[in-house]
């Protein structure tokens, strides 16, 4: 079992950066595969996927939107996902989650993850 913490949410105008952290605890991390999902508060507006790094960290996967602006990464020895956020715009204003699922294929379902974390809300002006 795993256990996920979010870190490094915040505001930001449109155009900036952030990075994400997802710490986890655990001895097995490095068999997880971790993906990066959001969800507006908005009324109907679903959990997306946003990104995906597999266990050993040798292949990702990202939603058209954020490709090329986006990147996720990972080290297996401090058990920390990181999801690298440039050039951000308004839309990209969520809550921002990370799950983890030991040996996953790079799920983009949120019905593919058990484990989840709080999420940390990242805002985004215009």
């Known amino acids: 079992q795993v256990q996920l913490v979010e870190s490094g949410g915040g505001l930001v105008q449109a155009g900036g950066s952030l990075t994400l952290s997802c710490a986890a605890s655990?001895?097995?991390?490095?068999?997880?595969?971790v993906g990066w999902f959001r969800q507006a508060q908005a009324p109907g507006k679903e959990r997306e996927f946003v990104?995906?790094?597999?266990?050993?960290?040798?292949?990702?996967r990202y939603t058209d939107s954020v490709k090329g602006r986006f990147t996720v990464s990972r080290d297996n020895v401090k058990n920390t996902v990181y999801l690298q956020m440039n050039s951000l715009k308004p839309e990209d204003t969520a809550v921002y989650y990370c799950?983890?699922?030991?040996?996953?294929?790079?799920?983009?379902?949120?019905?593919?993850?058990?484990?989840w974390g709080q999420g940390t809300q990242v805002t985004v002006s215009s």
């Open positions: 799950a983890a699922d030991q040996y996953r294929v790079l799920d983009t379902s949120p019905l593919g993850y058990h484990f």
């Open positions: 990104a995906a790094i597999s266990w050993r960290g040798g292949n990702t």
């Open positions: 655990g001895r097995t991390f490095s068999s997880y595969t």
